[in-house]
């Protein structure tokens, strides 16, 4: 039972998180170096094959990043298996700060920083990272825009066009105008408040493979992608030659969110509501890399909502949605999804007519119920039926019947629209019987 009680709660979970305001976290491969920009000494020596990776965060449409953060309870970890690679000529701690006019110079252009949308500034110009696959605007970095480095090759570095890394980079920089620019740029943990030095991955002062902090952040008065749908926000750009990894948290501004409280997004923990501090975290899948892949489909036991991406192939124990109190009249001994609302016992079922709603279930029925989740409709298709009385039910989570639509009888497939207009977001159970036969899918409303 208890294992039943906490698969039930993760299925609450399953919606909760369908309203999350983190969507996914995308590692764009920006660039690869090759054996022309390995020349170049001014900026530091930069392995051929090393690749610039740009991280992204996106974000529920009109949702905005105030801060990437560590503290106490959620660490801050960037880290790579080999050295960052910064250039010790003009690279910056915070991508904000890059000067335009270094962009041409060398291999600043591949400078490892953190930010929060903010790439570099024109006159009255202020540039944010966009994915390279959607900058349409073309390019001011690399190629000709490129002065060569210290052996002024002609043509200039930056001009490799791996596949790997998607549109050349002197064709799109993955850099746009935005016109509404974040204000109160405020940080800790990363430039020493005495030197002035940044001594971590993101300067060139010492060389190192990872940043580890529970005191650490950056934070603005809040930022939105170029493109307000997909609202995509650069956070990192990371040049190594090792493997990356990372584990986020972040702070969100969500318009439909409760107001009075902030939102915070974490890589671990727990979901957490503090009344006191007046704060809401929730743990996203998203912002660990790489990501966790599992079972995401809700239809089998094996389902986590902890999972960033599929593997339908762990998905191996399909729900049997039932009633596991031996002592009902439908009692199904091989459920192992128990569903109190559709127990029924003599003389108490709910005023249900009992021949419905405990059928003999010795024959094959399969009901499929999708899309799943579903904003507006579902669609319940079943396996052909011989010229049955059809009839299916739809219970909410606290087993109470919802709707009742008897489809009379039926030859063939059944394959039939359900408006979802009038439901409340949440879990529900759908029951299809045909004669003796029946079988129950669940759904979420979102």
Not at 104 to 126: C, P, R, Y
């Amino acid at each position: 039972m208890r294992n039943i009680l906490l698969f039930m709660f993760t299925f609450l979970m399953v919606y909760a998180n369908a309203q999350d305001a983190v969507k996914k976290v995308i590692v764009e491969t920006y660039y690869v170096s090759d054996a022309i920009d390995s020349t170049d000494t001014i900026g530091g020596k930069l392995e051929e094959g090393t690749k610039t990776y740009r991280i992204y965060v996106q974000l529920k449409p009109g949702c905005k990043l105030l801060s990437l953060y560590g503290d106490k309870n959620n660490t801050l970890k960037i880290s790579s298996t080999a050295s960052v690679f910064n250039n010790i000529s003009d690279g910056v701690t915070f991508g904000k700060d890059m000067n335009v006019k270094y962009l041409k110079n060398n291999t600043v252009a591949l400078d490892s920083w953190l930010t929060l949308g903010q790439t570099t500034k024109k006159a009255a110009k202020t540039y944010f990272g966009i994915l390279k696959s959607q900058d349409t605007n073309g390019s001011i970095i690399g190629g000709v825009n490129n002065d060569g480095g210290s052996s002024g090759i002609p043509g200039g570095l930056l001009t490799n066009t791996d596949a790997i890394a998607g549109t050349p980079l002197a064709i799109a920089d993955g850099m746009d105008t935005l016109a509404n620019v974040a204000s109160n740029w405020v940080s800790n943990g990363i430039i020493d408040l005495i030197s002035g030095e940044d001594s971590t991955i993101f300067g060139s002062v010492k060389s190192g493979n990872e940043f580890i902090s529970n005191d650490a952040y950056l934070s603005n008065t809040g930022v939105m992608g170029i493109n307000a749908d997909s609202n995509q926000i650069l956070i990192a750009q990371l040049t190594t030659k090792g493997q990356l990894s990372f584990e986020l948290n972040l702070q969100v501004s969500d318009p439909n969110s409760d107001q009075a409280y902030r939102n915070f997004y974490v890589a671990q923990g727990l979901d957490t509501i503090n009344a006191n501090e007046r704060t809401i975290t929730k743990v996203s899948p998203y912002l660990k890399y790489p990501a966790a892949c599992g079972c995401l489909d809700p239809n089998f036991l094996e389902y986590s909502s902890k999972y960033a991406c599929n593997s339908q192939d762990l998905c191996k124990t399909r729900i049997v949605l039932g009633c596991m109190d031996p002592l009902s009249c439908n009692y199904n001994p091989d459920a192992n999804f128990n569903v109190p609302g559709l127990c029924c016992y003599p003389g108490k079922c709910y005023d249900r007519d009992l021949s419905l709603a405990c059928p003999a279930e010795d024959a094959i029925l399969h009901l499929t119920v999708f899309p799943n989740p579903a904003l507006s409709q579902i669609t319940v298709e079943t396996s052909p039926i011989s010229e049955k009385k059809t009839i299916y039910f739809v219970y909410n989570y606290y087993g109470k019947l919802i709707l009742e639509k008897d489809l009379g009888i039926v030859k063939g497939k059944v394959s039939d629209e359900l408006n979802l207009s009038g439901f409340d977001p949440g879990m529900y159970v759908v029951r299809l019987t045909a004669g003796d036969a029946a079988d129950s899918r669940i759904f979420i409303k979102n």
